[in-house]
């Protein structure tokens, strides 16, 4: 597995794209992903999002349009691609395939594991792909998504978190913003998120 990776827009958001068995999956193509994307694949088979913030589908629509490949997307967050939740001019794309919780996928012979951590939005997923977790706006090195947005839920961010501590094995994570990490490393700072959280309730 080959991953690529560049920080896009303002926020600096992570847009991903990874290379298995010579078939291409874009992740997060965010604000102005479009030119990166094209000069950095070759055969592009699918667009998967995390969740639905602006930042992480901004270019959906035109790469799709060009690309002609689906676009898959948590159900929960599956309306935001179309009006942006937090007022933003995001171009209106359609999700192709929705996942609804945990979902185990097959796209042209790569599995891909949907995982729900809801809290910060309501689909909030990590994208699991061999052992690496590309993991969206739920966690970041030494951080957490944020649980006060529109359509966020700190009750339900708090069971995600709960959630994450209880997983045995480690994975690499590659977050939706800042520096890759593992889940081993962040297990050793959850608790003190979850403190956080529960402190906000």
Excluded at 33 to 39: F, P, Y
Excluded at 51 to 76: A, F, T
């Amino acid at each position: 597995m080959q991953i690529k990776i560049e920080p896009m827009g303002i926020t600096q958001t992570n847009c991903y794209i990874v290379t298995i068995d010579k078939k291409d999956i874009i992740i997060d193509p965010g604000v102005d992903a479009t030119n990166w994307v094209l000069e950095n694949i070759t055969n592009p088979v699918a667009i998967l999002n995390t969740h639905g913030h602006y930042d992480h589908v901004w270019s959906n629509k035109e790469l799709k349009e060009i690309l002609q490949v689906p676009i898959y997307c948590p159900k929960d967050d599956a309306f935001m691609l179309q009006k942006c939740p937090l007022g933003q001019p995001t171009p209106p794309s359609q999700v192709d395939y929705e996942i609804e919780g945990d979902e185990l996928l097959d796209i042209d012979g790569i599995e891909v594991y949907y995982r729900n951590f809801a809290g910060h939005t309501m689909g909030c997923s990590i994208i699991q792909i061999e052992d690496v977790w590309f993991s969206g706006d739920f966690l970041f090195q030494r951080s957490i998504g944020r649980w006060d947005f529109p359509f966020s839920s700190g009750e339900l961010m708090l069971e995600s978190l709960k959630k994450a501590m209880k997983i045995k094995e480690d994975y690499t994570i590659y977050p939706g913003h800042g520096s890759k990490t593992t889940l081993k490393t962040e297990q050793s700072v959850l608790p003190y998120w979850i403190e956080e959280v529960k402190r906000g309730l």
